[in-house]
């Protein structure tokens, strides 16, 4: 089973700043299979990042994921007022979904 | 567009078995490059896995739950159900249904792009 760790647990930063969020996985992971989302209080999560590092349809490029093997992260370059979530690392593979615990990413 | 909506009652007692009900509209169950899955949070928690079924009826489903759960699809109303049995306080979460998509030529996969508002079941 593949055990997907996320760090920081929460990250304080204020509107205009990046935030650099890491979604590490217990053994290696083909990059296909990794993605992003966001969720916002009371709402279901958003699919950001597909395939380590395509944005789905509608996410503003200042999202951008990268990463290989068991390192991921998701970098957005300025942080709108907006942007304050939680955000979850997933992985698929053809008989499961595991997801990360999450990172916040609250106004400082 | 594809749009997802879960169903079903709030409230299970202990024991019971909850069962929620997924609508798709917008598009069909049946569409190549599609599964069908659910997911649930705890209050406060994380997101955890449930199980997803394609519309041919195969099933996958998160190990810890495995014995407990069931899944169909309803080609007909365009819908995918859930029941999971005996249920305990701990079974309480917001669930949602959720659309995985990927390529059915290479394999790649394009996540979960859709998804449902969430329903919240207590067991009380």
């Known amino acids: 089973e593949i055990v997907l760790t996320q760090s920081p647990g929460t990250l304080s930063l204020s509107p205009g700043e990046r935030a650099t969020l890491s979604c590490r996985a217990s053994q290696s992971v083909s990059t296909t299979y990794l993605a992003w989302y966001q969720q916002k209080p009371g709402q279901a999560p958003r699919l950001l990042i597909y395939?380590?590092?395509s944005r789905a349809t509608g996410i503003p490029d200042r999202f951008s994921g990268s990463g290989s093997r068991t390192d991921f992260t998701l970098t957005i370059t300025r942080l709108e007022p907006e942007d304050f979530a939680v955000y979850f690392c997933q992985h698929y593979d053809s008989s499961r979904t595991t997801f990360g615990q999450g990172t916040k990413v609250e106004i400082k | 567009q594809v749009q997802l909506q879960e169903s079903g009652p709030g409230l299970v007692k202990p024991s019971q078995t909850l069962s929620l009900t997924c609508t798709v509209s917008?598009?069909?169950?049946?569409?190549?490059?599609?599964?069908w899955t659910w997911i649930r949070q705890h209050p406060g928690k994380g997101l955890e896995w449930i199980g997803y079924i394609y519309f041919s009826g195969d099933t996958y489903y998160n190990p810890s739950l495995k014995s407990r759960i069931t899944t169909s699809v309803d080609t007909s109303k365009n819908q995918f159900s859930l029941n999971l049995t005996s249920v305990t306080a701990a079974d309480t979460a917001v669930y949602y249904c959720a659309r995985e998509s990927y390529d059915t030529l290479t394999g790649s996969y394009y996540g979960m792009d859709v998804w449902g508002q969430g329903t919240t079941v207590t067991v009380s």
């Open positions: 917008g598009g069909s169950l049946t569409s190549g490059g599609s599964f």
């Open positions: 395939g380590t590092s």
